[in-house]
Each structure stands twice: as structure tokens, then as C-alpha cells.
């Protein structure tokens, strides 16, 4: 059978998420994907970087363990050991999606595939027709000109989730989400790491308060990072690869991680041709990830929406919902919880105070610091809770530093979606003693009446 409802090219996280809801829906679905099931999150990405970066914390906690008096040795990492436990958490959930995609009964078709008409996706030679029809090619690890990845010494994210040793000094160009995560890894594996950023603060995206919690944390850790400059140039010799900064500064490693930014994977796919809207490469949409031309959709990181896994997801589920009819609500953007999964990890929710002041709000901030927190004294992290909300009115955005913050999202995004005031959250009673505790406490003084903090 070649004619489906919905015909879905790529099965990363939107791709598969559209095509799982779609056929819950009772929707015939195809799913075409030229690698591997589950795209670059499962195999490249989310997981494959959070197991290196639990496989760090666990080598941080034996160097340190006698803060907390145990006596423990830590003598190295074992890089074949680290990737053999890291692929076997990968190849498990690839296993498991694999059988939830048959059991669903999801056609799921391998090759590449290309679009040739509006509702016709051809694959190997075989022409597969859908009613409709929904792209979800992803995305790329991109480099800048002049900077060519020879995969060894000038490398991007593909090559750093599997190296096969640590290398003894690295430089990160790009201090994103994804340059940090690795900084923080090879950090943690006893690297010396240098980030560069272009702009003038770490995780840039994210409110100031947090980029410069995480680079005083960073700074604490003995990573070395460079704002403000922007690259030049880099060669290569035997000993390593050496970058010169606009400014003349120069820095020499054993290794140059290129992390400036992901752009989508949509060239000689037929998108032109079949007449899409596009900017840079990417597809553009409405707010139901519509394309412009009428029964063809996008999703996940193919179209400029955030680049984040559970976004693919929210997107393809929402347009398998709009196709199966039931008038899904588009996603609100600003409530898509965000973490960047470093040692201490950053996350937050809804605005930042320079976007709450941009969007007019009259804004309340409220910072609470971590030292006040007992959960925290015991796991020896710092940080802080920073709360930015309209002056008597909803919490418009919700910013956390500090070690595993970003399990406090789940409220936190609750807090932010349901549009909480400070004094809702503040009736809550939270769990002594833990890590949620502060954001109660910090509601709590937002509310007026701050327990174990001053003011
Ligand atoms: C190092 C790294 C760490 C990350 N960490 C996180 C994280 O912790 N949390 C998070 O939320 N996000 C994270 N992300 C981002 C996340 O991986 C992406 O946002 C997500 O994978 C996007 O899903 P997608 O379905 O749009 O694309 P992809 O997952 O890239 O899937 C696209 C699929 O389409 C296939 N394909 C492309 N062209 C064709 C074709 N012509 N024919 C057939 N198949 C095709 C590809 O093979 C691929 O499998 C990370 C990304 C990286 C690189």
C-alpha cells in the first residue's frame, strides 16, 4: 500500500511523534527515515550527551567524595567504558521505539526520500502518496566559512559524542547550549577547555542573570572562556589547532569543537520546487505548521522554532491532532520549558526580564539564592531561583542555576502556562527538604512573605 493519510519524511523526534499521534488518531501514516529511527536526539544529541554528562558528574563526585567523607580514589575515565554504557542507553531506547512504532501500526519505510509532487514522497524509486504530507528533515551542525570540519582535530557535536579519548585540551567555539554541555563534559573528564563566544555573555539566549550565574560557576571550575571576540581564523599543525580571535588573541588546543549553531536539513529535498515558503533554509509555517502550500506541514527543528527535541514532539502531535480534526491550540513558544544539562545546569521558562520589559510589562524581579535552601547545602551546589513577573499580576518567567534545576521545571512550567500570581504558588506547601522548596520560597517572598530568606 503506498497511499497513506499522512506521509512523514524524517523520523527524528517530530517526525516519529506526528506519525505515533497520527495513527492513535486512526490515521494511515508512513514514516521515511534514511538512518535511524529516533534522529539526532536519540543518537547524536539529548541522550547520547546527558549520558557523557551523567558519566562526568559521576567522576566529579568520586574526585570529590571526601567533602562529604568518603574516601574514594577517582584514577581516570575509561573512554571505551564511558561510550560502551553511553550506546547501550541509546541502542535500549532505539529498541523500545522501534517496537512502539511497529506496534502502532505505522508503515515505517527506509531510504532517502525526496518530495516530487505535493502529496507524493518518493523513496527508492517508489512513489508513496499521502492526503497529506509532513516534513521533518531536521537539522545540521554548522560551521563558518573557512572553517572546514576534517572530523579529528576540528570537529562538531557528531564526532564529540563518540571519541574514543579524552582529549588533553579542547576549544569550544560557540558558547550555546550545546558548546557548554560539552565544555562541562570534558571538563568533568580533566580536559583544560577554553570557550569562545561571540557574543558578550555564555548561553546568551537565556535571562543575563543566568549566563552569569553559569559563568561564575564555570570560572569556579577552571573553565576558561573568551566573550565579546569574535573568531578569525584557525590552522592546524601536528600538536593541535590554534584559533585567532578578530582581536589577534590566539589559543592552541589538541582539539576545536565547532558548536555555532544547527541549520536545517532542507537542500535538493524538493521543497523548492514544490513551490514552500522558505528563509535560510528553513520551511516557514503558521502557527498549526502549516507550510503555504495547502496539505504539506513542517515540524521540528526545519522550521525556526526553538531546536529542542520536545518542541519536535509538541509540533508533530499538533499537526497529527489538526489533520485527525480536533483543533488542537498552537503551542505557546514562550512556555516551552529549556535546559542547558551543564554542571550546574540552567533552566528556566516564559520571559526574560529585558523580553517582559520589551513586551511592555511592568516587571517585578525576585532572586532567590540557593545558600538559603537545605537541599542544596547538602548537595554543596550554588545558584539561584529568579522569578520575573508583572507587578500584581502572573509570574512571566521563571530562571534556575544551580545542580539538577532543570527537574524543578515541572512546576515551573505549570507555574508559568497556568499563569500563576506568586501568591497561588506561595499557598503551595513544598517538601522539606528539597530542591523545590526554593521555588515555593521564592514565591514566597515574591508574595510578600519570604520564610528563609531576608527581606
Ligand atoms: C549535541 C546535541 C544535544 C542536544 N541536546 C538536546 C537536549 O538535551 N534536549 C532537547 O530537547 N534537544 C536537544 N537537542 C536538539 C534535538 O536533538 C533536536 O531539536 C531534535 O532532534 C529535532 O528533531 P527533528 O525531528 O526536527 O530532527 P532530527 O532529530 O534531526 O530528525 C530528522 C530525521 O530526518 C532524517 N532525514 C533527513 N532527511 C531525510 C531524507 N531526505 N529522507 C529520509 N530521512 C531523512 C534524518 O536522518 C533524521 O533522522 C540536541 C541536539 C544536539 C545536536
Redesign the pocket.
Known amino acids: 500500500m503506498s497511499q497513506f493519510d499522512v506521509v512523514i519524511?524524517?523520523?527524528?523526534?517530530?517526525?516519529y511523534a506526528c506519525a505515533l499521534r497520527s495513527s492513535q488518531l486512526g490515521l494511515r501514516a508512513a514514516l521515511?527515515?534514511?538512518?535511524?529511527l529516533g534522529?539526532?536526539?536519540l543518537h547524536?544529541?539529548?541522550i547520547p550527551?546527558?549520558a557523557l554528562l551523567h558519566a562526568g558528574e559521576v567522576a566529579d563526585s568520586s574526585r570529590h567524595s571526601s567533602d562529604f567523607g568518603v574516601n574514594t580514589q577517582f584514577i581516570g575515565i575509561d573512554m571505551l567504558a564511558v561510550n560502551a554504557y553511553k550506546d547501550g542507553v541509546v541502542s535500549k531506547l532505539h529498541k523500545g521505539l522501534q517496537g512502539l512504532v511497529k506496534s502502532r501500526n505505522v508503515t515505517y519505510i527506509e531510504?532517502?526520500?525526496?518530495l516530487v509532487s505535493k502529496n507524493e514522497v518518493e523513496v527508492n524509486g517508489v512513489n508513496y502518496t499521502g492526503k497529506n504530507i509532513v516534513l521533518?528533515?531536521?537539522?545540521y551542525?554548522k560551521t563558518l566559512p573557512g572553517l572546514d570540519i576534517d572530523g579529528t582535530q576540528i570537529i562538531t557535536?557528531e564526532q564529540a559524542?563518540s571519541m574514543d579519548r579524552v582529549p588533553k585540551s579542547v576549544i569550544v567555539l560557540g558558547g550555546g547550549v550545546?558548546g557548554c554541555?560539552f565544555a562541562s563534559v570534558w571538563k568533568s573528564f580533566g580536559a583544560e577547555v577554553t570557550i569562545i563566544e561571540g557574543l558578550p555573555h555564555l548561553i546568551a539566549l537565556e535571562d543575563e542573570s543566568s549566563s552569569k550565574g553559569l559563568e561564575r560557576a564555570f570560572r569556579k571550575r577552571g573553565i576558561n572562556f573568551e566573550l565579546g571576540t569574535r573568531f578569525k581564523s584557525a590552522s592546524k599543525d601536528a600538536k593541535g589547532v590554534t584559533v585567532t580571535l578578530e582581536d589577534g588573541k590566539t589559543f592552541t588546543a589538541e582539539v576545536l569543537l565547532v558548536a555555532v549553531g544547527?541549520g536545517p536539513?532542507s537542500a535538493n529535498?524538493g521543497y523548492e520546487e514544490a513551490g514552500l515558503t522558505m528563509d535560510r533554509g528553513y520551511v516557514i509555517v503558521d502557527n498549526k505548521c502549516r507550510t503555504n502550500v495547502p496539505g504539506i506541514w513542517a515540524?521540528?527543528?526545519?522550521i525556526p522554532t526553538l531546536?529542542?527535541?520536545?518542541?519536535?514532539f509538541g509540533e508533530g502531535i499538533l499537526v497529527a491532532e489538526e489533520i485527525g480534526g480536533l483543533n488542537p491550540r498552537p503551542i505557546n513558544y514562550d512556555g516551552v520549558p529549556r535546559?542547558t544539562?551543564s554542571e550546574p545546569e540552567v533552566a528556566s521558562v516564559g520571559l526574560t526580564t529585558a523580553q517582559a520589559k520589551e513586551r511592555g510589562h511592568d516587571v517585578v524581579e525576585l532572586n532567590y539564592d540557593l545558600a538559603g535552601n537545605g537541599k542544596a547545602q547538602i548537595l554543596k551546589t550554588a545558584g539561584a531561583i529568579k522569578l520575573v513577573a508583572a507587578k500584581n499580576g502572573p509570574v512571566l518567567g521563571i530562571h534556575m542555576v544551580g545542580a539538577r534545576v532543570g527537574e524543578l521545571l515541572a512546576e515551573a512550567q505549570l507555574i508559568f502556562n497556568w499563569e500563576a500570581e506568586a501568591s497561588d504558588v506561595a499557598s503551595l506547601i513544598h517538601a522539606h527538604p528539597t530542591l523545590s522548596e526554593a521555588v515555593g520560597e521564592a514565591h514566597l517572598a515574591l508574595a510578600g512573605k519570604p520564610l528563609h530568606a531576608h527581606g
Do not use: F, M
Not at 519524511?9 to 517526525?15: A, C, E, K, R
Not at 531546536?307 to 519536535?312: C, K, R, T
Open positions: 519524511l524524517g523520523g527524528g523526534s517530530g517526525g521515511i527515515e534514511e538512518n535511524k534522529g539526532t536526539c547524536r544529541g539529548c550527551t546527558k531510504g532517502h526520500g525526496r521533518a528533515t531536521g537539522s551542525p557535536s559524542i550545546i554541555e544547527r536539513v529535498l515540524v521540528g527543528d526545519l531546536q529542542l527535541a520536545h518542541v519536535g535546559v544539562y
